[in-house]
């Protein structure tokens, strides 16, 4: 007991300490683990030959993602309006909130969508949703030009989820959802179930970041059987990065997509900077400044920058907020020759009541169109006092 002043380290600074070492270990072989969960599950299916289907599952859900390029995985708050794709931005403060999401997409076609959350304890944060994509009325014909009538076409999704933070870190939240898409074009149809696996993790009260796999999964049913190429899921891997300004109201958000996918250059036959015009031996130059810029940076940094969707934040207050959004790649495979448009560029805003919460997004979808979408949230009758 005399030579109790020797001992090293003192016994509340040994438990402190090793229990920070175990934290963050154990943080560690978490995120090991996401990271490689993440790798196996994508690369299985982002090696698959085939066309894309099921586009309904890229088409932004609500009008803040669409306004901040497509993209938001990082916007944890406490609206359900700010939930995007990523199970991992469903959080406890949005218990008994509803969602209602409509808008068209470029020329008629519309689309509507709901999603509500609902909160149990010591379990997670779950959430269901439910939309529907239409893409008009057409009029069928045979081979033989004899009309067989008119049809619709339409994709349906219906999806479940739930997230929550890690018992040992607050800061760093999970969430998983399941999809159910079943798509119908006049007499043919298919059926697919897929998962988004997202993780989210808090640094500090100014920064964020997130890792999700989008669109995992497999076509049970496809739309033809037999000479016919398998058609494939749009995969996707989303890293992002946020961070606010100290002094200032704007916060700086970063997503690179498809991780696994690095050649993102889409070759038009009309993109005829060496080669000829279709229907036409007349050979036409790109001579845009931007264009000789690319050029002259090379396609490495060219093809990095279709990997980009920057996205800001203006926070004025409470009530008010303003999104904006910048997409090269869509800029660059939306752009005509003769006139570039500002497809790359999206905007949307946020207002917020004590009764209701309403969003709006406006994008330009090339020359043939643009894209409005409207979002109102609302909590239910039945919401939790203590949640509230």
Not at 83 to 91: F, K, L, Q, V, Y
Not at 255 to 270: A, E, F, M
Request: glycine share 8%; with cysteine.
């Amino acid at each position: 007991m005399g030579f109790s002043f020797l001992r090293w380290p003192p016994k509340h600074f040994g438990g402190f300490l090793f229990s920070e070492i175990k934290l963050t270990f154990k943080r560690f072989i978490l995120v090991k683990k996401l990271w490689f969960l993440f790798l196996l599950a994508t690369c299985r299916f982002f090696s698959q030959g085939g066309l894309y289907n099921f586009q309904l599952l890229n088409v932004p859900e609500n009008a803040l993602q669409a306004a901040m390029g497509g993209n938001n995985f990082l916007l944890l708050r406490d609206i359900i309006l700010y939930s995007g794709s990523s199970e991992a931005t469903i959080s406890e403060k949005m218990h008994g909130q509803l969602g209602v999401f409509f808008g068209d997409y470029v020329t008629n076609l519309h689309f509507f969508g709901l999603k509500y959350a609902y909160n149990f304890e010591n379990i997670g944060t779950t959430s269901y949703g439910f939309r529907f994509f239409n893409y008009g009325k057409f009029k069928g014909y045979d081979e033989f030009g004899n009309s067989t009538g008119s049809f619709f076409a339409n994709d349906f999704l219906f999806h479940a989820g739930i997230s929550r933070n890690l018992p040992e870190d607050t800061n760093f939240r999970l969430g998983i959802r399941c999809n159910a898409v079943y798509s119908k074009y006049h007499d043919v149809w298919a059926i697919a179930l897929t998962a988004n696996i997202g993780a989210h993790y808090r640094i500090n009260a100014l920064t964020d970041i997130s890792v999700n796999a989008l669109n995992v999964g497999a076509v049970l049913k496809d739309y033809y059987q037999n000479n016919v190429p398998s058609s494939r899921l749009p995969s996707d891997v989303v890293v992002s990065f946020g961070h606010k300004l100290k002094k200032a109201p704007i916060r700086f958000l970063w997503n690179y997509h498809q991780l696994l996918k690095w050649k993102q250059r889409y070759q038009s036959p009309l993109d005829t900077g060496t080669k000829t015009l279709t229907f036409s031996n007349e050979k036409k130059q790109d001579t845009s400044k931007f264009r000789k810029i690319m050029i002259g940076a090379g396609s490495v940094f060219e093809n990095f920058l279709r990997h980009i969707v920057l996205g800001l934040e203006f926070d004025f207050s409470k009530n008010f907020k303003f999104y904006l959004g910048f997409n090269y790649k869509r800029q660059q495979e939306m752009m005509l020759l003769e006139r570039r448009g500002m497809n790359w560029l999206s905007f949307g805003f946020l207002i917020n009541t004590k009764r209701f919460t309403f969003s709006y997004s406006y994008n330009q979808m090339g020359f043939a169109g643009r894209s409005n979408q409207l979002g109102i949230s609302m909590p239910l009758w039945f919401r939790r006092k203590d949640n509230s």
